[in-house]
């Protein structure tokens, strides 16, 4: 917003502060009759060393178009001119209106790192529909956004379906989509482990006949594996998601070692009575076991070597893990591993930790068999986009089925991202759907209405100065936000902000459609402005929408 520029540029000027500094106290007031901006001058008290009413109203003097209002100095944006600039900007740049120009700055996503154990669950897509939102606002930000995944392929939790398998399993062959045939015998170990305890002590040790290199365990692991990651890709697919580049921790685990084992050398790491190897990193970190006493290798020992080898093959500038706040602990342990180690891969590394996701029946617990598995939530989805659209609208059985797969999507990706990602989220899969509300489906709505509205007139381009009405001006300065929010959510890896700004950017365009009519404009000349304006919206609201991943529609 060249707006806010300007006022950060003058305020800079008139105190002698650095930009930065202005920047952070700038604010936008409650009450829009008291400005479009203001600088609270509280805090510039002590810098100027003079009282804040005094400063409010030596600063209005100085600077054109600022007025001073107690110990607030406003600022009154020229909306003819802001309007002038905005729409022409929209109209030039399209899909680019947001965007910045590349830099050759390399940023990794990680995601979503799933188990062969099991589906994929609602907690793998809330992690999903964050890395794919990040992973398009960093790129709309110039930065070149590489989506990558690791598939966590061995460990104890591997071993405890493998072995279900092997002993109930009977040879059987999938029977239903693969990965959910893998993840009955996971539930399954956890059944028969409650009356039985042993088979804790079976699976552990299954993990070290693995790591032994015994063929038949080999052979097992590989044929469950195949299942699994085969059930998974067919999900990604449904998704549209592509990776980069997958690795696999059962390629990574013994590299690990060899570094847990030179730091050992290096006297980095000791060696406990039992035979553990540890790190003492003080604190709230404490102790952490890098090799368990009967040798075998745990979570972070892999996760050495995977970053290693992501600096290796992207040296990135940044290395983003998305996975949830359970993990906290465990990436704060691993960063400064890679920090004591010295290793480059220690650069840029960043947990954009999220929080847990809630069903209205509790906690997701895939051992138990209480999680919902990312299909069956995307078919229910699906169902009820596809009623509302037979309700509306008479389709083609192919039209009608791509038209309810959007749907879904934008309700799914929408109501996990509007959340902050720090937060745990109650997911109500019927609330998402509504077309009504704080929702994808709504966004897509307020588009198509606003399409609409565009094939039916075709005109010429407007004057934007004749947009004077406060709906107009709200909505035109609301567009003018577009490129800072996107800025800020790329800063902060917060989607959350775009889908406030799409939700809010679409109320305002709402109240303009009710109130400020295009059809029936009082002349011409003011028909062809507002039908700028509104392709101004729809472009804006368009380019919101593709960076949380949503698909925009023809009709609804």
């Known amino acids: 917003m060249k ?5 950060i540029s003058a305020l800079a000027k008139a105190t002698k502060l650095k930009k930065e500094q202005i920047s952070e106290l700038i604010e936008v007031p409650p009450d829009p009759k008291l400005g479009d901006l203001s600088l609270p001058c509280f805090k510039l008290s002590k810098q100027l060393k003079q009282d804040p009413k005094k400063i409010a109203a030596n600063l209005a003097k100085k600077i054109k178009g600022a007025k001073a209002t107690g110990p607030y100095i406003n600022f009154f944006v020229d909306t003819q001119k802001l309007a002038e600039q905005v729409l022409k900007q929209i109209s030039k740049e399209k899909n680019k209106y947001g965007s910045k120009k590349k830099t050759k700055k390399v940023i990794l996503i990680e995601s979503p790192s799933p188990n062969t154990n099991k589906p994929l669950h609602v907690g793998h897509l809330r992690n999903l529909a964050l890395a794919i939102s990040v ?10 956004s590489k989506l990558i995944n690791l598939i966590n392929d061995r460990g104890v939790h591997i071993s405890k379906s493998m072995l279900a398998y092997q002993n109930w399993g009977k040879n059987k062959k999938p029977n239903k989509k693969p990965d959910h045939f893998v993840g009955d015998y996971y539930v399954m170990f956890s ?8 088979l804790l002590d079976e699976a552990q040790q299954m993990l070290k006949e693995w790591e032994a290199g015994n ?9 469950m594996n195949d299942w699994a990651i085969k059930g998974h890709n067919e999900t990604y697919k449904r998704l549209g998601v592509k990776h980069t580049k997958t690795y696999f921790e059962s390629d990574m685990y013994e590299e690990g070692r060899k570094i847990v084992l030179e730091g050992l050398k290096k006297k980095l790491f000791y060696k406990k009575p039992d035979g553990a190897v540890a790190i003492n990193l003080g604190g709230e970190l404490g102790e952490k076991i890098l090799i368990r006493k009967d040798g075998t290798t745990v979570y972070i020992t892999q996760d050495l070597y995977l970053a290693q080898q992501k600096y290796k093959n992207f040296k990135y500038d940044k290395s983003v893990y998305v996975v949830g706040s359970e993990q906290d602990y465990h990436f704060k342990v691993l960063f400064k591993l890679l920090e004591l180690l010295k290793l480059p891969s220690a650069k840029g590394c960043y947990h954009l930790s999220h929080g847990m996701v809630y069903l209205p029946s509790g906690r997701i617990k895939s051992r138990e068999g209480t999680k919902v598995d990312a299909d069956d939530l995307l078919d229910k989805l699906e169902a009820f986009a596809k009623k509302e659209v037979k309700a509306r609208q008479k389709l083609p059985e192919k039209k009608l089925n791509e038209l309810s797969r959007k749907i879904a999507g934008a309700a799914l990706s929408y109501y996990f991202l509007k959340h902050n990602p720090k937060t745990d989220m109650l997911f109500v899969p019927k609330e998402s759907i509504s077309w009504e509300g704080d929702t994808g489906p709504y966004l897509q709505y307020a588009l198509v209405r606003a399409k609409k509205i565009i094939k039916k007139i075709r005109a010429k381009k407007g004057n934007p100065k004749l947009l004077s009405q406060g709906y107009e001006t ?3 300065k609301h567009l003018a936000l577009f490129p800072e929010v996107t800025e800020q959510a790329a800063n902060q890896y917060s989607p959350h902000l775009v889908a406030n700004y799409a939700k809010d950017l679409a109320a305002k365009f709402n109240m303009f459609y009710e109130k400020c009519s295009v059809i029936r404009a009082k002349s011409k000349e003011l028909q062809k402005a507002r039908l700028m304006l509104v392709s101004a919206f729809a472009q804006t609201l368009k380019n919101a929408l593709d960076l949380l991943g949503i698909e925009d529609v023809e009709l609804m």
């Open 135 to 144: 992973s398009k606002i960093l790129s709309a930000q110039g930065y070149d």
């Open 474 to 476: 709200d909505l035109i």
């Open 215 to 223: 063929k038949k365990i080999i052979a097992l692991w590989k044929k």
């Open 3 to 7: 707006f806010k520029e300007q006022v």
């Open 191 to 198: 059944q028969k482990a409650k009356q039985h305890p042993m």
